[in-house]
């Protein structure tokens, strides 16, 4: 069978082309994968005889004026014009409609489809991306005007099972009010908002804090190493019951991602009513990433010191020091307390760092750069005459 006009989407015996546009990074690397476990799970899903070809680029997906991405623009330009062909863009940015969490948007005019990754939440990615590209590219061929019986047969059953909620979270199809652009595919309830929340929260790396707040880490590191060999330090963490040490060390990470957060302005505050609500899933997804690169950066803290301890400290002498013989418990409790004090002397030394320098550390390019265009957006408003 022959495709009969440019609008016409492949039927059963042609060899169907898709191609997986991605955003660098994570989504990258998931077209990547896709392109090899893909073919599989499309044969699987959509019947008929197809023949499946999948293909990968990695490219910056732009960004218009309105925050949103052109999906049928960008998806026209990787078509080479030869064959009918279906295109998937990846993004790390995150999507919402409304107050709806959108994990993926969907033209069939264009043959085009987006998946935003962080709604695939923090784990199982490579399960649940290709779960839901193959549900977008079946749907995109259902609507094909001459689909094989046993195609639509098979998406008619997708549609009554539901298997995306196991994979996401509950969904719905929300009506799109985006030109090109037929339906988003929302996240429904707290489950949903939580895997979105999860998702970005990943996609920022909050592992990367300590390698990019060199001042911070310094600093750190050198007040526990003054504690370790300071004897009233000594003194104290014996003193100290392991109740109010655990206390003392919650309050320093608090204090840290607290001093991080607000003073390098890292918490959005616009002044549009409908942003604001936006808002408060990014300001918790910027909150965790702090808070969780700080956690990383008192462990490795603790890690490290304990280590020290162990070597520079003699056991009899420090036993001495205290007038009671010591075990591994008494270099706990004193590391315990320099790594608290420590990490408290990296909030002020992380001020030694650039704001710039900071966001890269906390941010993903794509939050980086819709926190950038927000804060364009907000100073046109600002600026512009009421």
């Known amino acids: 069978m022959t495709d009969s006009s440019a609008g016409q989407k492949v039927v059963a015996g042609r060899t169907v082309v898709v191609h997986l546009v991605a955003d660098e990074g994570m989504p990258s690397v998931l077209a990547e994968w896709l392109t090899e476990s893909l073919p599989s799970a499309l044969a699987a899903r959509v019947h008929g005889g197809v023949r499946w070809q999948v293909c990968s680029a990695t490219t910056v997906l732009r960004i218009n004026e309105d925050g949103d991405i052109p999906i049928v623009e960008i998806a026209e330009a990787h078509r080479d014009g030869r064959r009918r062909e279906l295109v998937v863009l990846l993004t790390d940015l995150p999507r919402r409609a409304g107050t709806h969490p959108v994990a993926s948007d969907f033209s069939t005019s264009g043959d085009a489809a987006l998946v935003s990754v962080p709604a695939l939440g923090a784990i199982r990615l490579r399960h649940r991306a290709r779960s839901l590209v193959a549900h977008l ?59 979105l929340l999860a998702g970005m929260v990943r996609d920022n790396r909050p592992w990367r804090l300590v390698p990019n707040l060199a001042s911070a880490t310094a600093a750190a590191a050198g007040t526990a190493a003054y504690g370790l060999i300071t004897s009233s330090f000594w003194h104290m963490a014996d003193f100290l019951s392991p109740p109010r040490l655990a206390l003392i060390s919650l309050a320093a990470v608090a204090a840290m991602t607290a001093w991080l957060v607000a003073y390098n ?27 969780i690169g700080v956690a990383i950066m008192y462990a490795l803290l603790f890690g490290v010191t ?81």
């Open 137 to 195: 590219v079946a749907h995109l061929l259902e609507n094909d005007p001459r689909p094989d019986p046993e195609t639509r047969r098979h998406s008619a059953q997708e549609r009554m099972t539901g298997k995306l909620g196991d994979l996401l979270a509950p969904t719905v199809h929300i009506s799109s009010k985006h030109e090109g652009v037929d339906m988003h595919l929302g996240l429904v309830g707290v489950r949903g908002r939580l895997r």
């Open 306 to 386: 304990l280590l020290a301890a162990a070597t520079l400290i003699d056991s009899a002498y420090f036993g001495r020091e205290l007038r009671h013989p010591v075990s591994i418990v008494d270099y706990v409790r004193l590391v315990w307390l320099t790594s608290s004090v420590g990490i408290v002397a990296g909030a002020l030394g992380s001020s030694l760092e650039s704001e710039d320098s900071v966001r890269r550390a906390t941010y993903s390019a794509r939050e980086a750069e819709r926190r950038a265009r927000a804060r364009e957006r907000e100073e046109r408003r600002e600026s512009s005459p009421r």
């Open 265 to 291: 302005h890292l918490w959005d505050r616009p002044s549009d009513v409908g942003e604001r609500e936006k808002a408060v899933l990014y300001n918790l997804s910027t909150l965790l990433t702090v808070l």
